[in-house]
């Protein structure tokens, strides 16, 4: 499975960005899609995953900010992120789980937010 991650860019504090993660494959036959980022010196952590049955988690920090939504007709799903802070800075991955052994990752897509 490969996945194309794209949408960053810079925007000021407040603004909003929405990311999209198109799959090479079927995103049913994943267990669960989800975004995650990591900024410099820090882990990745995870910022929202959608399971198969729909299921929705968000990270603490996301606080209503941001909503992940997919479209399976076309094997994508989105991030929709909104009053963007700057502590939000960080590469923005996207990723297919489809079992517990097996995990694909995109390429990351940067998002800056300008005090």
């Known amino acids: ?4 991650a794209s949408g960053g860019g810079l925007v000021q504090a407040g603004g909003s960005l929405r990311l999209s993660c198109t799959a090479s494959g079927n995103i049913f036959s994943a267990i669960v899609m989800g975004w995650y980022r990591q900024a410099p010196g820090k882990q990745r952590e ?3 995953s959608i399971a198969k049955d729909g299921t929705r ?3 603490e920090f996301v606080k209503e900010r ?3 939504s997919r ?3 076309n094997n994508t799903v989105y991030l929709q992120m909104n009053s963007l802070k700057s502590e939000d800075t ?3 991955y996207c990723s297919f789980r489809r079992s517990r052994v097996s995990t694909y990752w995109g390429q990351g897509t940067q998002v800056t937010v300008s005090p």
């Open 1 to 4: 499975v490969q996945l194309q």
């Open 46 to 48: 995870l910022v929202a």
């Open 57 to 59: 988690i968000y990270g």
């Open 66 to 68: 941001f909503t992940m």
């Open 71 to 73: 479209v399976t007709s």
């Open 90 to 92: 960080a590469v923005y």
